[in-house]
């Protein structure tokens, strides 16, 4: 097993060699997620789910370990640190929403992902409010 890796923690470390989990320096930690919004019924705010599994063939990950927390960034004063890969968030009529995801592995390794949440027009790549996941 290979220990190459300088971990910022000496018990992340520790705990991640006692479960058999590399400290590759070269492994790599992802970042990504998908959404899923839709408007309430008057239009002044709107729900969104996120998912960090999401899509399928890309999910959030920490390559020679596992996630210990993921830490969301709603860009509207709100945040969330949690253990679940799922989150939902309500926002309020307004500008459009940059969301940020930060994996944090038990390795040391951290990975981030920001992306739009259009509630007009929409930007090309954009999680659009539809109530379908992008």
């Not at 960090?52 to 370990?65: M, Q, V």
């Not at 004063?77 to 038990?106: M, Q, Y």
């Not at 509630?119 to 409010?129: E, S």
Request: glycine share 8%; net charge neutral; aromatic share 10%.
């Amino acid at each position: 097993m290979k220990t190459t890796a300088t971990c910022a923690m000496l018990w992340t470390c520790g705990l991640a060699l006692a479960l058999g989990a590399s400290t590759d320096a070269h492994a790599a930690a992802t970042a990504n997620f998908q959404g899923a919004c839709i408007w309430n019924a008057a239009h002044t705010q709107y729900l969104c789910n996120f998912d960090t599994a999401r899509p399928a063939s890309s999910p959030s990950n920490c390559s020679g370990s596992f996630v210990w927390k993921y830490q969301w960034d709603f860009d509207d004063g709100s945040t969330l640190l949690t253990g679940n890969p799922l989150a939902s968030h309500t926002f309020l009529d307004g500008p459009e929403r940059v969301v940020t995801l930060k994996v944090i592995c038990w390795s040391g390794e951290i990975a981030t992902r920001s992306r739009h949440v259009c509630n007009r027009v929409g930007t090309p790549g954009c999680i659009k409010i539809d109530g379908r996941w992008y």
